[in-house]
């Protein structure tokens, strides 16, 4: 069954806000039209935090990636006995451009300061209950790009170890269950197949 990209099979959505406290999550009712034109009302919720950039920092000629590791407390409660979470560099764009927010949140989160970041591609990361789309970046580094010792931010509660792995173990570490994040799992693979195989 193909569906139509345009939709007509949605009306009447009607929001309710339940909780603004961090980010927005709102109850959303709204009329659906099945496949065999019968109209249902549907009740969801949605969590809007906004959007998101993330990047992977390589150097091809060292066999190196920059990751961090911080304290992440969903996965805490759901099972990570350290709480703590391997990821590439990420942030929300708040008000930048996808380009300027991971600039941005590169220095702040590594202490690297990167001029042209490539974009490869963006994605929906847990499209059955939040709205954000992320916008997933590679680029180059080397030693000289080093200007601080990121971080991240103190008056945002940020506490973040920056680590310079080989990128072999850090992709067998997708393996081990080491990395569990997924948008590092998907620069992980697109740096295998695109830079490091190359």
């Known amino acids: 069954m193909i569906f139509p990209m345009q939709n007509n099979r949605v009306k009447g959505l009607k929001t309710e806000i339940l909780s603004d406290n961090w980010y927005t999550l709102q109850k959303i009712t709204y009329e659906y039209k099945t496949v065999d034109g019968r109209w249902e009302t549907h009740t969801r919720e949605a969590y809007d ?3 998101g950039a993330a990047i992977l920092l390589y150097n091809k000629q060292k066999n190196t990636i ?3 590791r911080q304290f992440r407390l969903p996965t805490y409660i759901n099972g990570n006995e ?3 979470l391997i ?3 990420a942030g929300l764009l708040d008000k930048d451009n996808p380009e300027d927010c991971i600039k941005k ?3 702040e989160e590594t202490g690297y300061v990167i001029k042209k970041p490539v974009k490869i591609f963006e994605a929906y990361m847990s499209p059955g209950s939040v709205t954000e ?3 997933f970046f590679i680029a180059s580094y080397d030693d000289k790009m080093k200007l601080n010792s990121g971080g991240g931010l103190a008056e945002e509660q940020e506490e973040i170890e920056v680590l310079e792995l080989n990128f072999n173990s850090a992709h067998n570490m ?3 269950g ?3 994040d997924g948008k590092t799992i998907m620069l992980l693979q697109y740096c295998y197949l695109h830079i490091f195989q190359g």
Do not use: D
């Open 49 to 51: 935090r906004g959007n």
């Open 66 to 68: 920059i990751l961090t």
């Open 82 to 84: 350290s709480g703590f």
């Open 87 to 89: 990821e590439a560099c």
């Open 105 to 107: 949140e590169t220095e």
């Open 133 to 135: 789309i992320l916008h």
């Open 174 to 176: 997708i393996a081990t």
């Open 178 to 180: 080491e990395i569990k």
